[in-house]
């Protein structure tokens, strides 16, 4: 079995910071692409950003600048570093993780974790 825990969110005031964890655990054999995404009260859930194994990142054009994406490959985990928070940042955040298993690669997700900027 495999999971993938986050930590840190809670209230921020906007212009503040945050720091989101995330550590997979379990039996597998590598983790490929790690993200993070990210769902609002009422809209869709969208990708914040990703990194893949060798380090190459993406994100998205609202939080570039301001939101920073690191993993450690050896401690299997994956880091968001939120900066200039702005209440639109709101909503609940998870991680998500492509691991192969046995034979197969499959895709993970976090159960989430609850990030409010308030204005």
């Known amino acids: 079995q495999v999971q993938l825990v986050e930590s840190g969110g809670g209230l921020v005031e906007a212009g503040g910071s945050v720091r989101l964890s995330c550590a997979a655990s379990?039996?597998?054999?590598?983790?490929?692409?790690m993200a993070w995404y990210r769902q609002a009260p009422g809209k869709q859930r969208e990708v914040v950003a990703r990194?893949?194994?060798?380090?190459?990142?993406n994100y998205a054009d609202s939080v570039k600048g301001r939101f920073t994406i690191s993993r450690n490959n050896a401690q299997n985990t994956v880091t968001l570093q939120m900066n200039s928070l702005k209440s639109e940042d709101t909503g609940v955040y998870y991680c998500?993780?492509?691991?192969?298993?046995?034979?197969?690669?499959?895709?993970?997700w976090g159960q989430g974790t609850q990030v409010t900027v308030s204005s």
């Open positions: 990194i893949t194994r060798g380090g190459g990142i």
């Open positions: 379990g039996s597998f054999f590598r983790i490929y692409d």
């Open positions: 998500n993780a492509d691991i192969l298993r046995l034979a197969n690669r499959q895709n993970y």
